[in-house]
């Protein structure tokens, strides 16, 4: 499931399969308000290690409970990477991506994370993409982590302007219209 944020790290896109997975309309979803599924003892990690992000302009990864639309309890995986831009490489926010994981056997654990390399988990089944636009970011996310975890500098600017322009897109809501050249 893809995200954007603002500069402040509040939500400023949320794709359709998000609405779907925890009942939430993407007008609610906005702003801080996209936390309120997440179960209430993980809400202030989860936020601190957004607001921490936000201000080291760091890239995140954070693993959180989530009280579903059909009322179950899971686990998400989320994490970001920063987007810059003109005016002079000011930083804009994160194109981010949330999927679902299979709890470890300890599930009392609560929420946890920190600004570290942003490693998305494989996808679940529950949380893929039906928007080709998420699609899209959510490879390109791959790819940048995969990128950087091997030092594979080749490309990697081409890569983050993709995610760029997919960011971009998803905040204008044309996805329809999206050229990567």
Not at 76 to 92: D, I, N, T
Not at 116 to 131: D, G, K, L, N
Request: charged share 20%; aromatic share 8%.
């Amino acid at each position: 499931m893809i995200f954007t944020t603002d500069a402040q790290g509040e939500v400023t896109y949320i794709c359709r399969e998000w609405c779907s997975y925890t009942g939430q309309t993407r007008e609610a979803a906005y702003r801080d308000s996209w936390t309120t599924p997440v179960l209430e003892s993980d809400q202030g990690a989860v936020r601190a290690i957004l607001l921490e992000a936000a201000q080291a302009q760091a890239e995140f990864s954070v693993r959180f409970r989530i009280q579903c639309a059909d009322g179950s309890v899971r686990w998400l995986a989320a994490g970001g990477v920063p987007s810059f831009g003109p005016p002079g490489r000011s930083f804009l926010g994160y194109l981010g991506s949330m999927t679902e994981f299979a709890p470890t056997e300890a599930r009392e654990i609560a929420a946890y994370g920190g600004i570290e390399r942003f490693i998305p988990p494989p996808t679940h089944t529950a949380t893929q993409a039906v928007s080709p636009l998420d699609t899209i970011a959510d490879h390109l996310l791959i790819v940048h982590s995969l990128m950087e975890q091997h030092d594979a500098t080749s490309g990697l600017r081409e890569v983050k302007a993709a995610l760029f322009k997919v960011g971009r897109a998803l905040a204008r809501g044309d996805g329809s219209r999206l050229q990567l050249n």
